[in-house]
């Protein structure tokens, strides 16, 4: 199935990020829109308990927006360490997972100190694209070991992949309406298949038949956790 054809065929995961996207529309500047996906993160990735947004300023990784304070220490450990799922992500074209860093893993000294001084227990990085400029990274971590699968790192790409567009918006400094657009251009589906081809190693088609499972089973949980933020947002109106 060519790239092309993705307009035709990926309607759930376009319907996946229309949701996501009300709760952007909601965010009033850049800070809150990078807050609201971490948000989003803890919410929709099962075992997903913290998470961070680092982008890259220069030569320098900052942490624009964390769920807690254990998702903003985290990214401080891998800075201090100079390693870690988020700088590996942000130097490879590969989603970073590791379930269980309390085994032996890429990241000795990470692990250690993650494990040693917070709750954490697994982690996956997975990087952001601007303009097809390694940009930034996801991070995710979780309290449970183990609870980090592929299968569990399949709807970290989805949301990853959105989180994508809207750092480029906001980049260029385009409003809601520019980013509808963007959504509908469906780059950020097409950001999602490479991701995916790359965390399984699999053809296209593969990649897309899970993008298209994995919204399936994202649908409803994204759609109502839109509602609720639309919803709290118009209360804090009121």
């Known amino acids: 199935m060519a ?12 319907a996946v990020f229309a949701a996501l996207a009300q709760i952007l529309y909601s965010a009033e500047d850049s800070a809150e829109v990078y807050n609201a996906i971490c948000s989003a993160a803890v919410e ?9 947004l680092m982008l890259r300023r220069g030569k320098t990784n900052v942490t624009v927006a964390a769920s807690d304070e254990i998702a903003a220490y985290a990214d401080e450990l891998e800075r201090a360490t ?14 970073q997972l590791e379930s269980d860093l309390r085994t032996p893993n890429q990241w000795p000294e ?9 709750p954490i227990r697994g982690s996956m990085g997975f990087r952001l694209m601007v303009d097809r400029r390694k940009f930034g990274a996801l991070n995710l971590f979780s309290d449970t070991p183990g609870a980090f699968s592929k299968d569990v790192a399949d709807q970290a790409v989805v949301l990853t992949s959105f989180a994508s567009v809207a750092v480029t918006a906001l980049s260029r400094g385009e409003d809601s309406d520019s980013l509808r657009r963007g959504l509908a251009s469906n780059r950020e589906i097409g950001q999602a298949v490479g991701l995916l081809m790359a965390l399984h190693r699999v053809s296209e088609d593969k990649a897309i ?21 639309i919803v709290d947002h118009r209360s804090t109106l009121d």
Request: glycine letters at 6%.
């Open 44 to 52: 929709l990735i099962p075992g997903c308990d913290h998470a961070s």
């Open 110 to 118: 990470f692990a250690q100190k993650a494990v040693s001084e917070t």
């Open 82 to 95: 100079g390693e870690g799922p988020c700088i590996d992500a942000l130097e490879t074209d590969l989603p």
């Open 3 to 14: 790239m092309a054809g993705l307009d035709n065929t990926l309607k759930e995961p376009a």
């Open 209 to 229: 038949d899970t993008l298209i499972r994995t919204s399936q089973e994202m649908n409803v949980k994204v759609a109502d956790l839109a509602r609720k933020v």
